[in-house]
Structure formats: C-alpha cells, structure tokens
C-alpha cells in the first residue's frame, strides 16, 4: 500500500544570511578587541621578505645612478618571485635574472629572480650585495662592458673557492 509522507509542520526557509565581512576589520576573538598589527608599519620587520627584497634593489640602483644617471633613466627593472619553468635551452641551473636590451620602442630591461637570489643569500647584508652584484652583472651584459667598468666595488666570485 502506498502512503504518502506526512507533511511537516515547520515550514522551510532560506539560510539566514551573514552580515558582509568587512574587510578592514578583524576578529574579536574572545572579546579582547579588534586585533591589530604585530608590529607598527614603520619598523624594518614590519615589511615583508618581497618588500625587504625592493628595497636592497632601490638601494643598489641608487649606488649606481651616482655615476649612470642617464643610462639608467631609459632602464626599466622589474621583480619576480621565480623565472618562468621553460627557459632557454642553453640555460643551466636556475637563473638569478635576465637582461633584455632594447627592442620594438621597448628600454632596456632587467628582470631579477626574488626566490634564487633569496636562496644564495646568507643574511640581509649578504643579500643586498647580491643584489647590486646581479644587476651589475646584467647592466654590464647589456651595456657590453666588464661588470668591473660598471661598478669599481663589484666582486667577481672566485670560481676555485
């Protein structure tokens, strides 16, 4: 015998719908108060490992600008977390940056590699040579002089050591 199901007494209805989150807010967990900032924006820790990274790139292209102003002015500098997964074939290794000379109305152009050159780093001080000595070493490949015309300070690394 068929029956048929008996009707509920509650009626259905939509989900109640959330408040919007608003972004700019945050939590109040346990009723402590909005949480805030670790650390206030101004202090050097406040920053982030790519913002840090920017940073040591001003500061090497500043070094440089002293003797290269106006070459530097028609040079665009960019910044990428990883170069891209298939490079040129005559590559080995994982590049640290790439130099693109000037083409089609297009400046000069250097890319620097955030995470390789992270990766090479010891510390931050360690990390802002590399930086200079990378982009001396593109400028250089782009300019066709020695790295050491480009900047007297740069250290080749010892290839033996």
Known sequence: MFRRPRQSSRELTAPAKLPPRDAGRRRDR??????????PPGLPAALSRAERFDEHTRAALRRLERQWRRRLARLQVAVEDVPPSEGPAWEDGVPLARS??????????IVLYRRPIEARAADARDL???VLDVIVEQLGHLWRMPPEDVD??????????
């Not at 346990?30 to 650390?39: C, S, T």
């Not at 693109?100 to 152009?109: K, M, N, S, T, V």
């Not at 007297?152 to 050591?161: C, E, S, V």
Request: overall charge positive.
């Open 30 to 39: 346990r009723g402590r108060g909005p949480r805030g900032p670790l650390l």
């Open 152 to 161: 007297p300070g740069f250290a080749r690394p010892d290839p033996w050591g």
């Open 128 to 130: 802002g040579l590399l």
């Open 100 to 109: 693109f000379p000037a083409a089609d109305g297009l400046p000069d152009r």
